[in-house]
């Protein structure tokens, strides 16, 4: 059982299609964490968020933070073939260090 | 920039056979992690240390085990390998705790046969 789940698992979605990713847990996070990660490479970090209710937008992503800090979503628009690849929420429970993943969302966006 | 080096990069076990894979980071972190990720999932956490000197467990410590004598290396031992450890080990570093960017190695692909 993970205490982040992510849906949906798969989507696959035409060029300019908008899309939200989910992020959910039933426990309360210090902070969570939005990663990219493409094959064969390690997570990237995408965004940072900490505090309730929080909406930060980067470029066409937009991600907020629930208020309750227990949830986030992710919202693409217009997405592109770039886009591609595995989105993954990671939090910390309690600000303690053990820093958990989600068990992520595989995107594909089709030219 | 090194950043986070991870060896080896490929590795066939066989059924236990032990071996230790390696994880060093130049960014002076207190904060160094071990993921290992199944083909298509998401990462879950083995081990993890805040500093020098500690670590403790994570999601799936079993069949694993970790030390940590200095900041820059953080190595991690399988003994007595299993199928079940077939997998993409990830080691990562972070400079702060909370909202610190992690920032991951190229990752190590460990197969048992």
């Known amino acids: 059982t993970q205490l982040l789940e992510q849906s949906p698992q798969f989507l696959s979605i035409q060029e300019g299609e908008n899309l939200t990713v989910y992020c959910n847990s039933s426990s309360v996070f210090s902070s969570l964490q939005w990663y990219r990660q493409e094959p064969g490479e390690g997570p990237v970090l995408l965004v940072t968020?900490?505090?309730?209710?929080e909406v930060k937008k980067l470029k066409r992503l937009t991600f907020q933070f629930g208020d309750a800090r227990k949830d986030s979503s992710l919202h693409i628009t217009a997405a592109q073939p770039g886009d591609t690849g595995l989105y993954l929420c990671?939090?910390?429970?309690?600000?303690?260090?053990?820093?958990?993943f989600g068990g992520g969302t595989r995107l594909m966006v089709k030219p | 920039n090194a950043g986070v080096t991870q060896t080896p990069k490929f590795r066939i076990l066989k059924i236990g056979q032990s071996m230790t894979l390696q994880c060093a980071q130049d960014m002076n972190h207190n904060y160094m992690y071990w993921y290992r990720q199944d083909p298509g999932m998401g990462l879950k956490l083995i081990y993890y240390s805040v500093g020098a000197g500690i670590t403790d467990k994570g999601e799936v410590p079993n069949g694993y085990n970790v030390s940590r004598s200095t900041t820059e290396d953080f190595p991690l031992r399988l003994e007595l390998a299993a199928p079940s450890q077939t997998s993409v080990y990830f080691c990562a570093s972070r400079a702060l705790p909370w909202t610190g960017e992690l920032f991951f190695g190229e990752g190590s692909r460990l197969t048992v046969l």
């Open positions: 990671a939090g910390e429970v309690n600000a303690g260090n053990m820093l958990t």
């Open positions: 968020v900490v505090t309730g209710g």
